[in-house]
Each structure stands twice: as C-alpha cells, then as structure tokens.
C-alpha cells in the first residue's frame, strides 16, 4: 500500500496540465497515463491551434512537452491505468494494473473520452491522412477541399457547418432518412450551398493511395433499390458521438446520459471532498486542448486549497 496527496489519472492535456500545477504546490502528485499516453491528441498530425506553438506542433510532441514539464517540477509519472477505485470515504483507494493499492487525499480524474469510430479497419489505415475525429482540431487542413462528415446528430451538423466555411465542398453521410439534429442545426446545414446531405448511406470503405482520396457508400443497404456509391474526398470527419472513460467512477459519481462527470457548480469539484475532474471526461461540449488544460490547472488549485483547508 502507497500513501500519497494527490493521484492524478490520465495524461492529456488536462492530466499534464493538473500535474505540473500539482506537483509545483509541493503535492508531490503521481499520475497514471492510462492505456493511451497524451491522449487523443497523439492520434492528430498537427495541432495549429494551441496558443504558443505559431507554427503548429506535432500532436506527439506536445504531449512530450507537457510531460517532460511535469517531470521536471517532481510528478511521479506511471505507465498503467487505474482499474479500481473505492471512493466511499477519503482517503480514498485506487488499484492499478499490476494489482498496487494507493491511498489518496485527493484524487483529479482526467480520463478523457474516446471517439466513437465505425469500427472500419480504413479508419486506421487512414489516421492522419484524412481521417479524423475533430472537425476543429484538423479542418483547416483541407482549406478548398472536399470533406465528409459521419453523423446526423447536433455535433454532426455542427462539424459540417464549421467544415462548410473551410472547404469547398462538405458531404454530410446520415445512415438514417432523416436527421436526428435540432430542428435549427437542421435548417441550417439545408440551407448551406455547399453541403450536401446523403440520406440513407452508410460507409463501408476508404480508398486511396497516397493518403484519402474517397469513400465507398452503400446507399439504402438491405433494400431492393440498394446501390454502392463511391464519392471523392480529401478529409472523413466522424461525429457519432464520444464515450467518455469514467466507468470505473459511475457507482461513486453522478454522469449525465452520455457518462460525462458532473462538476458542481461549474468548478472542477465534484459531489465527493477531494475528488475533482478536468478535460474532456467532463466535458462534453468544448473538447479542446486548451480548455482542457484550463480545467487540469483549476482541478489541482482546487486540490490544493482543499488539502490547506484540512
């Protein structure tokens, strides 16, 4: 058994971020990485928009960065995931991977969220060169370009809209005869010139030789009228939606529908003393990296008040 201030859980944006505010407040934090180091950022090319990096940065590095600014101010940064937590009454325990147990003061979750894919074997193929899971992280990317976006729901809209304005050119693919978007996402995107809406198709393949050059659709799949469309696209955007990874939390915290992490009152605090969330495992509306290192910086603050006040 290890006694410990602070555990951080999670190593994007959010986790680092927490780290080096945890660890330069003497918390002497130790931080897990979980099964994907840096977060959903290491599956990006190039990040242009985080404040700092004028010419971009590549995704990896940053994370490397981040990191290594942890390290230097004393986090003990831990390959392994958290696999359990008994959050009952602080301190609180937590077992990782390999079976250790940690007793924690306090406790900042930032696990992040994974995108939901279409579970096509292309989509890997074509990670980071063309395909996509963030609209805003990579749409200036295909700047007079023609793109797909996968989806027919608020965030679907939302990604085609933004695209719009980038691109020459923006399929919306919806595997439904209608969409499941606001009525007001839905007049919106029906009355942008240059989307074009393709009711009733689903996706069953990319092609392409040097990167992404298109799709193969299947248009009204199981009817009679079936019919296989290839259309041609430099960028597949998808946006069906993300799974929060806050499982392991869900008997101790409150989630919302989709399983994001309720904060109180807007702050990183949680309905449990001690335990604080940041990044996107609660965060189902902005999902940047920078608003996700606001939140890890708040969550330690919070940690360290909390611990002071004790």
């Given amino acids: ?37 840096g977060g959903q950022l290491t599956q990006t090319t190039e990040v242009e928009n985080f404040p700092g990096y004028p010419e971009g940065v590549d995704g990896n590095q940053m994370m490397m960065d981040l990191r290594q600014q942890a390290e230097r101010f004393g986090t003990d940064i831990r390959d392994g995931e958290i696999m359990k ?9 937590l077992w990782d991977d390999s079976g250790r147990e940690l007793v924690a003061d306090t406790v900042i979750i930032a696990t992040g969220a994974s995108a939901k894919y279409l579970g096509l074997p292309d989509e890997q193929k074509y990670m ?15 700047r007079k370009k023609t793109v797909a976006v996968v989806g027919g729901g608020d965030t679907a809209c939302e990604d085609a809209l933004y695209l719009s304005g980038i ?4 399929y919306l693919i919806v ?32 092609f392409g030789e040097n990167g992404l050059e298109g799709a193969h659709l299947v248009k009204r799949r199981g009817e009679p009228d079936e019919q296989q469309v290839d259309i041609a696209i ?6 069906i939606g ?69």
């Fill in 1 to 37: 058994m290890e006694t410990t201030k602070c555990v951080i859980i999670g190593s994007g944006p959010a986790g680092y971020t927490a780290a080096i505010y945890a660890s330069r407040a003497n918390l002497q934090p130790i931080e897990y990485c979980g099964l994907q180091p």
């Fill in 85 to 93: 937590a008994d959050l009952s009454a602080p301190p609180y325990h």
């Fill in 128 to 142: 980071g060169m063309g395909v996509s899971a963030c609209a805003t992280c990579d749409g200036f990317f295909y």
């Fill in 167 to 170: 691109c020459q050119k923006v």
């Fill in 175 to 206: 595997r439904k005869p209608f969409l499941r978007a606001s009525k007001v996402m839905q007049q919106r995107v029906a009355e942008r010139e240059n989307i074009e809406i393709l009711f009733e198709h689903n996706t069953i393949g990319l």
């Fill in 234 to 239: 430099d960028g597949f955007f998808l946006a």
């Fill in 242 to 310: 993300h799974k929060p990874n806050t499982d392991i939390f869900k008997q101790w915290l409150p989630t919302d529908e989709a399983g994001y992490l309720k904060k109180v009152d807007g702050t990183p605090r949680t309905q449990l003393p001690g335990i604080f969330v940041a990044g996107d495992c609660a965060d189902p509306v902005y999902r940047q990296a920078i608003s996700a290192a606001g939140t890890g910086c708040q969550a330690a603050i919070e940690a360290e008040r909390y611990l002071m006040a004790k």
